[in-house]
């Protein structure tokens, strides 16, 4: 019989210690987080050009925190209602979920209409990549592949969820473009394992394969044995037309792959605090898809029971209304051409400077970041000099560029890069 005296009675000559309230008195101070810490030291800054381009969180063109308007309508529909606050259950409120599948897989799809797409909602992206780690490591592999490089929380997630965390080469850091060969090699000599893909807009390079690239990459994971994790937390911000953001998910489906893949809703929708995503699965039929959510839940309930359910009513009261739908896919649109006119702005303020380094990744790649290829020295110069916060890997989020802060970034970039 299981006795609580017992089990600290054995655990104490172990950690050597007289009493736990001693263990936690040396629990060491940890580091902070490579890009929150970010934040905390641009809010600390009392220099009045100081810029942050650290974190990835949308700005207007006046550098404040945006909520999309259509956001907005729709919050205020849904307060109309008067809903209660009830659980929504472990997978979520359902209509969002069917949104969503539609969203990222396209009304028409036939995978969609045959019941082998099911989801779960989830705590955003990164809940949803925890979720399907540990469902990973129960019924898949004991390992993942992810890009080198790939979004700094990647690794961490998937090493909590207890697997081994390995990479294939993704990109050319010499000539600041997409390794096509090196991703292909390395996915074909790998043993059969989970494979992350981002489905657009990478982060942190801005670099994605085009069309064909896509096609060779579907074609060595068929070859491979390797199962397909899509993670697209950018739907809509790559290109401004969120249905071409999805045309890899859907080529992958078309391409007849059992997969997964998780969305968030943090950017494209700016409902970063309110902690809205999606998990789902291609299977290979609709009871093989059921059996796999019905894994999922049993997953979410002893760690957060079940989501929050406000920002998931927004997205679901926007994508079940044409004019508010097709409002959202117009704001995203001016978020992501705002992006690409300070990418112009940019590179053009830096060329103007008299900059003789080539600086056409700016504006070839896309999504929220610029992989500006400065060493982290450069990084550091930036901070302490010039009060410009990104972060170490010399990725600058391009929605923190802004037509007022374009030319004191510009001349420091042009000033430690010299
Ligand atoms: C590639 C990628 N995946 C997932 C996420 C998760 O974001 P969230 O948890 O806010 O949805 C991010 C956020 O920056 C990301 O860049």
């Not at 949308?58 to 205020?76: M, N």
């Not at 990222?104 to 797409?117: E, H, I, P, T």
């Not at 394969?209 to 060595?220: N, R």
Request: charged share 20%; hydrophobic share 35%; proline share 4%.
């Amino acid at each position: 019989m299981f006795s609580y005296a017992r089990t600290i009675a054995l655990r104490q000559p172990l950690i050597g210690a007289r009493s736990f309230s001693a263990v936690l008195t040396s629990v060491p101070a940890g580091p902070p987080d490579a890009i929150i810490g970010l934040t905390d030291a641009y809010n600390s800054s009392t220099a009045p050009h100081k810029v942050n381009v650290g974190v990835g969180a949308y700005r207007d063109d006046s550098g404040k925190p945006y909520v999309l308007p259509v956001v907005k309508e729709a919050e205020a529909r849904v307060v109309e209602k008067g809903l209660n606050k009830e659980y929504a259950g472990i997978a979520g409120i359902a209509g969002f979920v069917d949104r969503s599948l539609e969203f990222a897989y396209g009304k028409s799809s036939d995978a969609l209409k045959s019941s082998r797409v099911k989801g779960v909602q989830t705590l955003s992206g990164t809940g949803g990549l925890r979720v399907w780690g540990e469902f990973w490591k129960k019924f898949g592999g004991d390992g993942i592949l992810l890009p080198d490089p790939s979004w700094g929380n990647h690794t961490p997630i998937f090493k909590n969820s207890g697997l081994d965390v390995g990479t294939y080469r993704y990109f050319d850091y010499k000539n600041s473009k997409l390794n096509i060969d090196g991703m292909l090699e390395d996915l074909s000599k790998a043993s059969p394992t989970c494979v992350l893909l981002h489905a657009c807009a990478h982060n942190p390079t801005g670099c994605d394969p085009d069309m064909g690239q896509w096609k060779a990459v579907s074609d060595v994971i068929k070859e491979a044995g390797h199962y397909t994790f899509f993670d697209c937390a950018y739907q809509g911000f790559a290109s401004g037309d969120a249905e071409k953001d999805a045309a890899s998910i859907r080529m992958f489906v078309d391409e007849g792959h059992d997969m997964a893949l998780v969305q968030s809703y943090s950017k494209n929708f700016g409902l970063y605090g309110e902690r809205v995503g999606c998990l789902s699965v291609v299977g290979s039929d609709v009871e093989n898809a059921a059996n796999i959510v019905s894994q999922l839940k049993i997953c979410i309930r002893p760690n957060y029971s079940n989501p929050p359910v406000h920002g998931a009513r927004i997205v679901e009261e926007v994508l079940s209304d044409a004019k508010l739908e097709q409002e959202f896919r117009d704001q995203c649109k001016d978020m992501s051409e705002r992006i690409i006119l300070m990418r112009s702005l940019l590179r053009s303020t830096l060329e103007g400077l008299g900059s003789t380094k080539s600086w056409d990744h700016i504006t070839s790649q896309i999504g929220m970041f610029c992989f500006s290829g400065l060493s982290a020295e450069q990084v550091d110069r930036l901070k302490v000099e010039f009060d410009i916060f990104c972060t170490r890997d010399g990725r600058i989020s391009m929605a923190g560029v802004t037509q007022s802060n374009v030319e004191h970034l510009a001349a420091s970039i042009h000033e430690v890069t010299k």
